[in-house]
């Protein structure tokens, strides 16, 4: 049972414009959502995390919305870079122990010039 | 801060043979994790430590697997009698906070390979 999910395993966008990577979960004790982003040959990188008793985070060009009634969480990033394009994983964590997270399968992103 | 260093970066090894890898983390970092990714899937949590004590391990982690963290520092995966499924990409990670906010700060992995 894989309590988070990323149903996109890519997505092309302009750059420029507006890419939005989603993420789903099943488990609603998770407390904290975080995304990385990955570089091939390298590790995952953080990105930017929201807690649960938020909706929205923002840091740059970079926003994290949480639906938790729905389970969702997604990030956006305006404008697209072409430095952008990796594989972006969502986390989930509990409360208490920050790195005992788990990830969904990632989502590609490819940003064109 | 000098990241989270991994050594080796690959490692191909043939079936049955041991092979041990080694983690250090960022020095003011307490807490140390293993994860184990395979291709198209999403890092999966294998064990984690707080100083030298190991916490919590995956039920992922098979008794052929055992991690160590002497005095807190460096830490090292042994997998004993390697099996074909064990190829995959070894993260360690390590964070400063126990919070479940405080980020992880991954390594760059080392590929295993058995043939």
């Known amino acids: 049972d894989q309590q988070v999910k990323q149903n996109s395993p890519s997505l092309s966008v302009q750059e420029g414009r507006i890419s939005i990577l989603n993420c789903d979960y099943t488990?609603?004790?998770?407390?904290?959502f975080l995304w990385y982003k990955k570089y091939p040959a390298e590790g995952p990188t953080f990105l930017i995390s929201i807690s649960s008793i938020k909706d929205k985070n923002e840091d740059g060009r970079f926003t994290v919305f949480l639906n938790k009634s729905a389970k969702h969480l997604s990030l956006h990033i305006v404008p697209s870079q072409p430095g952008d394009s990796a594989v972006y994983f969502c986390?989930?964590?509990?409360?208490?122990?920050?790195?005992?997270?788990?990830f969904g399968d990632g989502t590609t992103l490819t940003v064109k010039p | 801060d000098t990241g989270v260093s991994q050594n080796p970066r690959h490692k191909i090894t043939k079936r049955g043979q041991n092979v041990t890898f080694r983690c250090d983390p960022i020095s003011e970092h307490n807490r140390l994790y293993w994860y184990r990714q395979t291709l198209g899937q999403g890092p999966e949590f294998l064990t984690y430590?707080?100083?030298?004590?190991?916490?919590?391990k995956s039920r992922l982690l098979s008794d052929r697997f055992s991690a160590e963290r002497p005095k807190g520092s460096f830490s090292t995966l042994e997998i004993q009698r390697t099996e074909q499924g064990d190829s995959a990409m070894y993260l360690c990670a390590s964070s400063l906070g126990h919070r479940g906010n405080s980020p992880l700060h991954f390594g760059n992995g080392t590929r295993l390979t058995v043939t």
């Open positions: 986390a989930a964590n509990g409360q208490t122990n920050a790195g005992k997270s788990t």
């Open positions: 430590f707080q100083n030298e004590a190991q916490l919590e």
């Open positions: 488990n609603s004790m998770f407390d904290y």
